[in-house]
């Protein structure tokens, strides 16, 4: 009979802890797991967000003055040659002639084609300030030379209501 006795007691606190602890600590689980995935599909939502708002934000925009927007697009030009084994780089800026078009200019050089390649997707990174309208990779007497035309946008004509529009 005590031995029936202890079993029934042990059942019922086996059965207490169950319920008292066991479920709750479920429950609390698949809750958090739920707020989890909300908070996952909140960071992809606002990552998706912020991507379409860097693809409407202008790009190539350069500074006021022709001089200093010829300067900044020669400079973007140099800096995606840097530490590239390139070969006879030729690089050119000057002041844009038409209204939306600041400064306009062009790269040339020789090398491997991993080297001419990273100088190119360089320039292509928004980052650069620079934006592309030719891009070509030709073999030239036995050696690979890339050339590169491009330009950036008068402040004015990056706006959203400019000719342009900021676009690639």
Known sequence: MTRRL?????????AGLHVGVTLPARRQRDEARDEFARGREERERLRAQAARLDQRAPVGQAPEGDAAAARALRQALLRATEGLDLQAVQISATPGRRRTAAARGWLVAEGRQADLL???????????????????????QGAIALRVEAYSLRADAAAPGGTEGGKR
């Not at 202890?6 to 086996?14: D, G, Q, R, Y």
């Not at 990273?118 to 030239?140: C, D, I, M, Q």
Request: hydrophobic residues 60%; neutral net charge; aromatic residues 0%.
């Open 6 to 14: 202890a079993a029934a007691v042990l059942l019922l606190v086996a």
């Open 118 to 140: 990273r100088a190119a997707g360089r320039l292509a990174e928004p980052s650069s300030g620079v934006l592309l309208e030719r891009v070509a990779l030709t073999e030239v």
